[in-house]
Nanobody, 123 residues
Framework: QLQLVESGGGLVRPGGSLRLSCVASGVTRDYYGIGWFRQAPGKEREGVSC????????YYATSVKGRFTISRDSAKNTVYLQMNSLKPEDTSVYYC????????????????WGQGTQVTVSS
């Protein structure tokens, strides 16, 4: 059974950094889109950053460009999100997800989701 498990969330002060990890297990089919999404209370889920599992192409939401970096280790079925210069508005539950094809962070294309990890940015 496919399972995505996120880790690395927590409480951090503004300007701080966190590194999120997502490990996929029970993978029985190819997938080419891997992404990080977030959802704050009362808001819609949004794409943060996504990466192609074939050629490493990346997408970043405008709000995180220059601060977040997505990377993957295909051999370990793991994707990372390095988050620097964190702001209070980055506070959300962060989810990883996979898709059979890479189509940037098109939400509806991502079929399998983790349970999420909470990131709180506060002084």
């Amino acid at each position: 059974q496919l399972q995505l498990v996120e880790s690395g969330g927590g409480l951090v002060r503004p300007g701080g950094s966190l590194r999120l990890s997502c490990v996929a297990s029970g993978v029985t089919r190819d997938y080419y889109g891997i992404g990080w999404f977030r959802q704050a209370p009362g808001k819609e889920r949004e794409g943060v950053s996504c990466i192609s599992n074939s050629d490493g192409s990346t997408y970043y939401a405008t709000s995180v460009k220059g601060r977040f970096t997505i990377s993957r280790d295909s051999a370990k079925n793991t994707v990372y999100l390095q988050m620097n210069s964190l702001k209070p508005e980055d506070t959300s539950v962060y989810y990883c997800a996979i898709a059979p094809t890479f189509n940037l962070c098109a939400l509806t294309r991502y079929e399998d989701w983790g349970q999420g990890t909470q990131v709180t940015v506060s002084s």
